[in-house]
């Protein structure tokens, strides 16, 4: 068994207490050797009332005939991991309400005139939302068509390695928010803050990871290759266009930590709507959410926009 | 090979490729302790049984008889004659797979091209658009882990058949322990370990070719050609669990031999064919298409 801080001898990824192979590059984890000297008959015996032992499908486990005990073998243990560095909130609950008041002020011309006066709070919520941030490095081998060097094609087949060090990637194990949500918050936070305990409001709730740890891993390997992907299409591709790219990610050093990050989640009522919005937790300037639209104003811009159509329309009749 | 009872101290007799034993006289269950060679080192990992006997005969059963078309009659009154849980160790392989590859790819594109035709008895001169292929080479680098490759290592169980078996749930795997085994039959290695990791080898090499089918970019590609490199190898002893029937449908002929998968449930075995079906069959086929002949040929003259 790896002690708590072992790595892997293939890939230098961390590895967990319970691994019983290396996540990233299935490589086995080191036991240490057990002694055989010479050929003997070894008749396993029950811990509980020293009768022999026999595997028992029915309980998928080594099971004592007698006394019905189990014996508990070394497995791939899958638990759901929790969160153990908590960024503190420096948002305070006012300062929360300010940032919701200057987002709703701030408008925008299709928006309602008395969004900022008729708005009124209905709930504010703090609450950490789960993440894994990750640090690892990739080597990735790619294909793709570009347009650089075509001929009578628009595409030419292009190849090429790169390697990257991806450091303090974020990412949401969240439900409660969105995708779109959390990676627009992701940015702001800084991670460097963080602290083994909550500090932050009294009333402020915790989002659980409801993710056991291989769905986790899965979720973290998924989001390497993605910001490969991304990379590789911003700055290593030749040309200004491409498609098909495929691109085959190997990692080594993975290490992963699990972090709880601040946010205020806030609903408003406006007119006989809810509308959702969320405050960052550290930078009060970062605010998203939604707002409502005054179709007024659209539609008289919509007739507006068609009356001038409508009489370009002529004079170039008329012309 | 003759080691002694640690219950009654009997004298048990175990076979060189096993690995487990039961007293004959007292009916304790022993695991067999041998110092490891490199060609038999202990096992890693093991998974254990999932599928109950029942379900193992079941399972089998149900294969034969849904695959029994073709297959003599006697079949349908097959019943399990021997079943025998069985633990095959198997070497579980992982590298990092370094390929060069080269290929043409093809790209396409679209061409106006004209042509003449004769539309109601004149020739006219019309225009179509046409794809066509530009082809271009290409070389490149492909890296990366190969996982979970399993090949057998016993005599009794040939890769081919384990191949029939697979897949296994890997994420059930768990390290092996004496007490996982006991009260079954195990078998520890019998072929010698290069052999199987040229086999590894060579089945990743074959899986590496669909991979860098699916890597290749443009709407085509031919000529694909590729070298591998492994790198930091590991090998590793795995026993998979097994049941192995044994079938009897006929007195006078062997009995069928079928396998499935202990933990998965996935049957194999072949089922013999009726060359008495299968030649009425034909006969058959054909008497329906000399009627048709003859029922056609017969319309035409009148």
């Known amino acids: 068994?790896?002690?708590?801080?072992?790595?892997?001898?293939?890939?230098?990824?961390?590895?967990?207490?319970?691994?019983?192979?290396?996540?990233?590059?299935?490589?086995?984890?080191?036991?240490?050797?057990?002694?055989?000297?010479?050929?003997?008959?070894?008749?396993?015996?029950?811990?509980?009332?020293?009768?022999?032992?026999?595997?028992?499908?029915?309980?998928?486990?080594?099971?004592?005939?007698?006394?019905?005990?189990?014996?508990?073998?070394?497995?791939?243990?899958?638990?759901?991991?929790?969160?153990?560095?908590?960024?503190?909130?420096?948002?305070?609950?006012?300062?929360a309400h300010e940032a919701l008041r200057i987002f709703l002020g701030k408008g925008g011309f299709f928006r309602p005139k008395d969004l900022a006066s008729r708005a009124a709070l209905d709930s504010l919520r703090p609450m950490w939302w789960p993440g894994w941030k990750f640090d690892a490095q990739v080597?990735?081998?790619?294909?793709?068509?570009?347009?650089?060097?075509?001929?009578?094609?628009?595409?030419?087949?292009?190849?090429?390695?790169?390697?990257?060090?991806?450091?303090?990637?974020?990412?949401?194990?969240?439900?409660?928010?969105?995708?779109?949500?959390?990676?627009?918050?992701?940015?702001?936070?800084?991670?460097?803050?963080?602290?083994?305990?909550?500090?932050?409001?009294?009333?402020?709730?915790?989002?659980?990871?409801?993710?056991?740890?291989?769905?986790?891993?899965?979720?973290?390997?998924?989001?390497v290759e993605l910001t490969a992907r991304g990379h590789i299409a911003r700055s290593e591709l030749p040309g200004r266009r491409h498609r098909n790219l495929h691109a085959a990610v190997t990692l080594s050093g993975l290490e992963t930590a699990h972090y709880a990050l601040p946010a205020y989640v806030l609903a408003y009522r406006y007119g006989k709507k809810l509308y959702r919005v969320v405050v960052h937790g550290q930078d009060p300037s970062c605010v998203l959410g939604e707002k409502p639209?005054?179709?007024?104003?659209v539609a008289v811009t919509v007739l507006v926009a068609l009356a001038l159509l409508v009489i370009v329309f002529l004079v170039i009749q008329a012309s | 090979m003759n080691l002694s009872c640690q219950s009654c101290g009997a004298q048990l007799v175990v076979a060189d490729t096993l690995r487990t034993t039961t007293c004959p006289y007292c009916a304790a269950p022993s695991v067999v302790e041998r110092p490891p060679t490199p060609d038999r080192p202990p096992p890693t990992f093991a998974l254990g049984f999932v599928q109950t006997p029942q379900k193992a005969r079941e399972l089998a059963r149900e294969n034969l008889l849904r695959r029994s078309f073709w297959a003599p009659r006697s079949i349908r009154n097959a019943s399990v004659e021997e079943l025998r849980g069985i633990y095959v160790p198997a070497w579980l392989y992982s590298a990092l797979a370094e390929s060069e590859f080269s290929a043409s790819i093809g790209e396409n594109y679209t061409e106006t091209e004209t042509?003449?035709?004769?539309?109601?008895?004149?020739?006219?001169?019309?225009?179509?658009?046409?794809?066509?292929?530009?082809?271009?080479?290409?070389?490149?680098?492909?890296?990366?882990?190969?996982?979970d490759v399993l090949v057998t290592a016993s005599s009794g169980l040939p890769n081919e058949e384990l191949e029939h078996l697979e897949p296994f749930d890997l994420r059930a795997l768990r390290r092996y322990d004496d007490a996982l085994v006991a009260g079954w039959i195990s078998e520890d290695p019998s072929l010698p370990q290069e052999q199987?990791?040229?086999?590894?080898?060579?089945?990743?090499?074959?899986?590496?070719?669909?991979?860098?089918?699916?890597?290749?970019?443009?709407?085509?590609?031919?000529?694909?050609?590729?070298?591998?490199?492994?790198?930091?190898?590991?090998?590793?002893?795995?026993?998979?669990?097994?049941?192995?029937?044994?079938?009897?449908?006929?007195?006078?002929?062997?009995?069928?031999?079928?396998?499935?998968?202990?933990?998965?449930?996935?049957?194999?075995?072949?089922?013999?064919?009726?060359?008495?079906?299968?030649?009425?069959?034909?006969?058959?086929?054909?008497?329906v298409l000399g009627g048709l002949y003859l029922l056609l040929s017969h319309g035409k003259v009148r």
């Open chain 1, 139 to 223: 080597e990735a081998t790619w294909t793709a068509d570009t347009d650089a060097g075509s001929h009578r094609s628009d595409w030419a087949p292009h190849s090429g390695a790169t390697h990257l060090v991806l450091n303090d990637i974020l990412v949401s194990a969240s439900r409660g928010l969105t995708q779109a949500e959390t990676q627009k918050l992701s940015p702001s936070y800084n991670l460097a803050k963080a602290k083994p305990k909550p500090e932050g409001p009294p009333n402020a709730q915790v989002e659980l990871f409801d993710v056991t740890r291989s769905g986790a891993r899965r979720q973290i390997l998924a989001a």
């Open chain 1, 293 to 297: 639209l005054s179709w007024a104003k």
């Open chain 2, 115 to 147: 042509y003449t035709t004769t539309e109601n008895g004149k020739t006219v001169t019309k225009t179509r658009q046409v794809t066509r292929t530009e082809w271009c080479p290409l070389q490149g680098r492909h890296t990366e882990y190969v996982p």
């Open chain 1, 1 to 95: 068994m790896p002690s708590p801080e072992a790595q892997c001898q293939r890939c230098h990824s961390r590895l967990e207490a319970e691994d019983l192979r290396c996540p990233v590059c299935a490589l086995p984890t080191p036991r240490p050797p057990r002694a055989v000297d010479r050929e003997r008959a070894r008749v396993i015996r029950c811990s509980n009332c020293g009768s022999a032992v026999a595997y028992s499908v029915e309980a998928q486990a080594p099971k004592c005939a007698f006394c019905a005990s189990e014996m508990r073998t070394e497995t791939q243990e899958d638990p759901i991991d929790q969160a153990d560095r908590f960024v503190p909130f420096e948002v305070g609950t006012d300062q």
């Open chain 2, 196 to 287: 199987c990791l040229q086999q590894a080898r060579a089945e990743v090499t074959g899986l590496l070719r669909k991979r860098l089918s699916a890597f290749m970019p443009g709407d085509s590609h031919r000529s694909l050609e590729y070298s591998t490199r492994f790198h930091q190898e590991s090998l590793v002893v795995c026993l998979l669990p097994v049941w192995v029937l044994a079938l009897r449908h006929d007195p006078k002929a062997p009995p069928l031999h079928f396998l499935v998968n202990g933990q998965t449930g996935k049957v194999y075995g072949r089922v013999p064919t009726s060359w008495v079906k299968v030649a009425l069959a034909v006969l058959l086929v054909l008497l």
